[in-house]
């Protein structure tokens, strides 16, 4: 007997997963990709609605929205900061590129930003953030040692998911019991996330961490949260490690993080830590401060007596920053 194809097309409504109720990730990306590469689309709320997720081109000093073209490499960044750069949206696209049941490629890209394939798009409807997260994990582990761009890319997509399931995935993937590779970059995606609980994470695992180069790359990321909780932190670092490498990069990082009172924590830096090559990292962090601050610090550090060596590596990053005032004290002590 002949099956009628409306009857072959409501019973499909029921059972295909994709169509709503609760889709499992894991048997889809298994079921795909069988007779050729296919992407895997679905959509998450984005953790950071004022971010929009898309390919930019630079012109005339702005960023123009492009199209994204995921088979030939093109990346999705954030542009909450970039002039020009389009209006934010609360859900993103998740780009996973299929073949025989594994994920190859992972893009994220904010709904509404243009993508082009030609490679065949199934779209997927009913997908879990906690099944995503699950997903995009697996993704990491496979490459959790040496250099992977697909690592990457899952990280970042992990990094776009809503605390705190986005904190807890890159807490366990950068524990100490993964390898050093896996670690620093999944530290970093931590302090994209921009969350007070990636700041706490991090802030413990600065506090149990035996490494100065992992101690390092928890305080850049830190840098990168943009809350004034992770500034006092990174200060608290550089007053107080015991490593004269770290205290060097924290005043550096304090520096980035813009904090208003970075100036004056810096400046005892130079005046008080016994090391003089972390007096020389901390004058050169003043120079890294939002301008007009960061002249406005060098010259009150000219101005003040004492270390004579301190003051000429002032006077050199006040020559790198071309400001008028800058130049102006230059010439008065030439002449």
Known sequence: MKVPTALIFLLSLFLWPAAGQGLDLEDAVRGAGDTGREWLVYRVPLAHPDRFLCCYGWRDGEAREGTCRPETGTGSWSTSDVKGAGPGSD?????????????????????????ETTWPVRDLTGVAEADSLDVLRGVVLRDAVGESRRRGQALAAIAGHRPPGSVEALADLSAPQRGADLREEAIFWLG???????????????????????????????????????????????????????????????????????????????????????????VFALSQ???????????????????????????????????????????????
């Not at 299929?98 to 994220?108: A, I, L, P």
């Not at 610090?297 to 050199?316: I, S």
Request: hydrophobic fraction near 40%.
């Open 91 to 115: 859900t993103s696209e998740v780009y996973l590129a299929v073949h025989r049941g594994e994920v190859e490629q992972v893009h994220t890209y904010s709904a509404g930003c243009r993508v």
């Open 192 to 282: 994209q996330t921009r969350s007070p609980l990636a700041v706490a994470e991090l802030a413990n695992q600065l506090d149990a961490e035996p490494k100065a180069s992992i101690r390092e790359q928890i305080l850049f990321s830190l840098s990168q949260t943009r809350r004034p909780e992770a500034a006092l932190r990174i200060q608290r670092a550089a007053e107080q490690d015991v490593s004269a490498d770290v205290r060097r990069h924290s005043w550096f990082c304090l520096a980035l993080t813009g904090d208003p009172g970075a100036e004056a924590a810096i400046l005892r830096g130079v005046r008080d830590d016994p090391s003089a090559d972390v007096r020389e990292g901390a």
């Open 289 to 335: 401060l939002p301008s007009p601050r960061s002249v406005d610090a060098l010259l009150d550090l000219v101005r003040r007596p004492g270390d004579g060596e301190v003051k000429r590596q002032a006077l050199f990053w006040l020559a790198q920053s071309g400001d008028p005032r800058a130049m102006e004290k230059i010439s008065s002590l030439l002449d």
